[in-house]
């Protein structure tokens, strides 16, 4: 779905596809250049991390693995409340291996801080996060990503995989969602 499909839902594009699959392109090479053919294992945050995932993965010129998790953090009134719930574990073993957390945003950290918490108890040779998108004026917690995207301001954004409530992840580009669709309770 293109931008011009839900305009009146955006209050902002702040990245095209194409500016985000150059950066996407840019951070494999990255990751290429530290893990070349030791094949890492990149773990994609569900459901917001999934198209940058693969999208990553496709760019890496080397082999890798991808395994996937699902956590939900909660909060209250948009902000985090400080407890993270595991939806869906890790089906792929990380002992001795290099593990990239890849996520489509960080707001907080604090999912990110108990992924890598979680992980790191599982024995693996190391542990990077990689992040499309960063929002390093709401962050509240140490662990910052390895490899960032683009850092962005505030706002919800959607797109690329990024949803509200379960919309706009569809989208192309990366968008600011107007604050009359996103403060709007549902009935």
């Known amino acids: 779905m293109d931008a011009i499909h839900v305009a009146d839902d955006l209050e902002a594009v702040i990245l095209t596809e194409e500016q985000i699959l150059a950066r996407v392109g840019a951070l494999a090479a990255e990751l290429y250049e530290v893990y070349g053919d030791r094949e890492p294992v990149f773990v994609g945050v569900l459901g917001g991390a999934a198209t940058v995932t693969v999208d990553l993965a496709r ?91 683009f850092d962005v301001g505030p706002g919800l954004i959607v797109g690329y995989g990024l949803d509200h409530r ?12 107007a604050p009359s669709v996103h403060q709007v309770e549902p009935a």
């Open 59 to 149: 760019a890496y010129p080397g082999q890798l693995e991808i395994g996937w998790m699902a956590v939900k953090s909660y909060t209250t009134h948009n902000r985090a409340s400080g407890s993270v719930r595991l939806l869906k574990d890790l089906d792929v073993d990380i002992t001795g291996r290099h593990v990239v957390i890849v996520d489509g945003v960080i707001d907080t950290g604090l999912t990110m801080s108990w992924l890598i918490a979680n992980l790191a108890q599982r024995g693996p040779a190391s542990i990077a996060v990689c992040a499309l998108l960063r929002k390093p004026e709401t962050a509240r917690f140490a662990d910052t990503p390895t490899y960032v995207g």
């Open 166 to 177: 379960g919309r706009y992840r569809n989208l192309r580009c990366a968008a600011v969602l």
